[in-house]
């Protein structure tokens, strides 16, 4: 079973840019979607961005054109870089893997994103 480890949340200013990373163990990583979700506790947990093993890209509306979902298979991690940050941003987000069709059966344990106003 693959295991998923997240990092690189903080706080940031709004307007400000941060990269999550996802480091994954595991051998066929790289034969799995990925993708990336963010939870509030106002808000059930959505998906803000997914890659196939394709290569297709899936964002959600509020994110796109300011965050981008990549793989680097050789290091087994996933990225999400986010820029142009907003406060409504302010999430946990969480790594998961899965398959093509949108389930996903790995998840990290999640990394804290904070956007101050």
């Known amino acids: 079973q693959v295991q998923l480890v997240e990092s690189g949340g903080g706080l940031v200013q709004a307007g400000g840019s941060l990269r999550l990373s996802c480091a994954a163990s595991?051998?066929?990583?790289?034969?799995?979607?990925v993708a990336w979700f963010r939870q509030t506790p106002e808000k059930q947990r959505e998906l803000v961005a997914a890659?196939?093993?394709?290569?297709?890209?899936n964002y959600a509306d509020p994110v796109k054109g300011r965050f981008a979902i990549s793989r680097d298979n050789f290091k087994n991690t996933v990225y999400l870089q986010m820029n142009s940050l907003k406060p409504e941003d302010t999430a946990v987000y969480y790594c998961?893997?899965?398959?093509?069709?949108?389930?996903?059966?790995?998840w990290g344990q999640g990394t804290q994103v904070t956007v101050s106003a």
């Open positions: 595991g051998s066929m990583f790289s034969r799995r979607a």
């Open positions: 890659l196939t093993t394709g290569g297709s890209t």
């Open positions: 998961a893997s899965g398959y093509d069709s949108g389930l996903y059966d790995n």
